[in-house]
């Protein structure tokens, strides 16, 4: 069973910097494109970016909110994902989630998500 | 960048009826890359439909897609209880993977 469990959510100063976590298991980690998508309070959901397997070059793609504060970044021998968030800004508060693209075919629809962790920017 | 739109923003129905959500892109797009989900409050969303008709798994086929060019939709056949949610559409074939901005479907 495919499990993604996010971690490191809380409350943050304006300004200051947070790492997320996404624990995964029941897949090939190795072998999987992995994404981060937020949703702000009362919003719809919202991409922050994308990191290819390291056989397709480890890029990262950005959405334009959050380009230049944040970084996506993996470690394939912890099977776990992050995304550290710079500058944090008040707009930053929401729930994110990691989820992940089919190892076979690429780009693809996420069909697995995790349960998400809040992050709220407020001083 | 591709643009998604959904309408509408809030559709109320009765269980039993039919559903008709649709989303437009700005331009357009392969139909190979446009996927729906489901999404309630305090869960994960879920994948519906990718690649613009073909369910995922475990989905009942009350759901369905359809669509080209700029303009897709999703219907749901007849309203269960529990597919009263907030609506999605996704373009996933480039960078940035665009949402809409959801349709609520809410109980009449």
């Known amino acids: 069973e495919v499990q993604l469990v996010e971690s490191g959510g809380g409350l943050i100063k304006p300004g200051g910097s947070l790492r997320l976590s996404c624990a995964a298991s029941g897949f090939s980690f190795t072998d999987a494109w992995m994404s981060w998508v937020r949703q702000a309070p009362g919003k719809g959901l919202e991409w922050v970016g994308l990191i290819k397997t390291k056989s397709d070059g480890g890029t990262t793609d950005y959405g334009a909110p959050v380009k230049g504060r944040v970084t996506i970044s993996r470690d394939d021998s912890k099977a776990t994902l992050y995304l550290q968030m710079n500058s944090l800004k008040i707009e930053d508060t929401a729930v994110y989630y990691c989820?992940?693209?089919?190892?076979?075919?690429?780009?693809?629809?996420?069909?697995?998500w995790g349960q998400g962790t809040p992050v709220i920017v407020s001083s | 960048e591709i643009v998604l739109t959904q309408s509408p923003g809030t559709l109320s129905l009765s269980p039993g009826e039919r559903a008709t959500l649709s989303c437009r892109a700005s331009?357009?797009?392969?139909?190979?890359?446009v996927a729906w989900y489901q999404h309630k409050p305090g869960q994960a969303p879920r994948l519906l439909i990718f690649?613009?008709?073909n369910r995922a798994t475990g989905i009942p086929d009350r759901f369905s897609g359809s669509g080209s060019g700029t303009d897709f939709t999703l219907t749901i056949g007849r309203l269960e209880p529990e597919d009263f949610a907030v609506y999605y559409c996704?373009?996933?074939?480039?960078?940035?993977?665009?949402f809409g901005p959801g349709t609520k479907l809410e109980i009449k």
């Open positions: 996704q373009h996933y074939g480039s960078s940035p993977r665009t």
């Open positions: 690649g613009t008709s």
């Open positions: 331009y357009n797009v392969f139909s190979s890359y």
């Open positions: 989820a992940t693209e089919d190892i076979v075919v690429v780009p693809s629809a996420y069909e697995h």
